[in-house]
């Protein structure tokens, strides 16, 4: 078990710039989640993966964000046309299908994104 | 829809004296309440978990938690804080929505510092 790893750590990039991020869960994990977390704040959910449906979107989730999880494994995050309110910390979290591992999230290190 | 609240934003301690982080939730039914930790630079760690039960957790490092559904709370305690204790601490309910995600629902956080 070697956790959930995230890519990268620290992104900086200039408004109306795309980025990419992408999140590696934990093997056996399917379900899959993205927060996001503005200083001073807890993390706020943003979708969620079983498998490689996305299931759900918060309304958090404008149309410059798209996620994927192609094969069921690691997914990507991607914003369009950046601004500066999405300077964050993206988070990635997964857990197990079934009973109550269902509801115990593991949490990567996250991906710090800074807008100029 | 529920909510958590963590009425302290930051509380000093001294090393080897006693801890309570408070946490409040709101949520209709028999919630599932998490502790999760976060250090400088670093994802979430799960620090202990309630679904039903004895409402007194243990949990990792130390911490222990007690539900209590006449206060709607879930306090987040320790006997004796040690330096490395010193990181932000969340609170977090899981969200039943209609669909299937079960995504967590976290409060602001609450800072601690740990004085020599």
């Known amino acids: 078990d070697t956790g959930v790893s995230q890519n990268p750590r620290h992104k900086i990039t200039k408004r109306g710039q795309n980025v990419t991020f992408r999140c590696d869960p934990i093997?056996?994990?399917?379900?899959l989640y993205w927060y996001r977390q503005t200083l001073g704040q807890g993390p706020e959910f943003l979708t969620y993966?079983?498998?490689?449906?996305?299931?759900?979107k918060s309304r958090l989730l404008s149309d410059r964000f798209s996620a994927e999880r192609p094969k069921g494994s690691f997914s990507t995050l991607e914003i369009q046309r950046t601004e500066q309110g999405d300077s964050a910390m993206y988070l990635c979290?997964?857990?197990?299908?079934?009973?109550?591992?269902?509801?115990?999230?593991?949490f990567g290190p996250g991906t710090r994104l800074t807008v100029t | 829809a529920q909510s958590v609240t963590q009425p302290d934003i930051h509380i000093t301690v001294s090393e080897g004296a006693s801890l309570e982080l408070r946490c409040n939730y709101s949520?209709?039914?028999?919630?599932?309440l998490f502790w999760y930790v976060q250090s400088p630079g670093q994802g979430l760690q799960l620090l202990l978990k309630?679904?039903?039960?004895?409402?007194l957790v243990q949990g990792i490092k130390g911490f222990e938690a007690e539900f209590k559904r006449s206060q709607s709370s879930f306090n987040l305690r320790k006997p004796s804080v040690h330096w490395s204790d010193a990181a932000e601490y969340f609170c977090?309910?899981?969200?039943?929505?209609?669909?299937?995600?079960?995504?967590?629902?976290f409060g602001s956080g609450t800072q601690l510092t740990v004085l020599p």
């Open positions: 093997s056996e994990h399917n379900r």
């Open positions: 993966f079983q498998n490689e449906a996305q299931l759900e």
């Open positions: 309630y679904f039903s039960g004895d409402t």
């Open positions: 977090a309910v899981v969200g039943f929505s209609s669909g299937s995600a079960r995504q967590l629902t």
């Open positions: 979290a997964s857990s197990q299908s079934g009973g109550r591992g269902t509801y115990e999230q593991y």
């Open positions: 949520y209709g039914a028999t919630p599932y």
